[in-house]
């Protein structure tokens, strides 16, 4: 059975640093695109970062470029979310997600979604 477990949330002072994990299990995380999205009450789903199959090719949103890096680690079948320079603006629910499509920037392209993780950025 395919599952997504994320962990690392917490509270972080703007400027701090976070480190969100992804665990899965059902599928090897190597052959897939892998997603991270987050959501704010009121708000619609947004797209964070991705890494592509096994090559490792990275996606990130304009909002979280050069602050934020996507990587996996194939033997631990585990993705992972560093989050530096945090500012107010990133407090979301964090959730990781899978797509066997050509598209992943979008909710919709996801077909299995991990439960979410809490990062709050106080000021």
């Known amino acids: 059975q395919v599952q997504l477990v994320e962990s690392g949330g917490g509270l972080v002072q703007a400027g701090g640093s976070l480190r969100l994990s992804c665990a899965a299990s059902?599928?090897?995380?190597?052959?897939?695109?892998m997603a991270w999205f987050r959501q704010n009450p009121g708000k619609e789903r947004e797209f964070v970062a991705a890494?592509?199959?096994?090559?490792?090719?990275?996606y990130y949103a304009d909002s979280v470029k050069g602050r934020f890096t996507i990587s996996r680690d194939n033997a631990k079948n585990t993705v992972y979310l560093q989050m530096n320079s945090l500012k107010p603006e990133d407090t979301a629910v964090y959730y990781c997600?899978?797509?066997?499509?050509?598209?992943?920037?979008?909710?919709?392209?996801?077909?299995?979604w991990g439960k979410g993780t809490l990062v709050t950025v106080s000021s």
């Open positions: 059902g599928f090897p995380v190597s052959i897939y695109k």
């Open positions: 997600a899978r797509s066997a499509r050509s598209s992943f920037t979008a909710a919709v392209d996801m077909d299995y």
């Open positions: 890494i592509k199959w096994s090559e490792g090719i990275t």
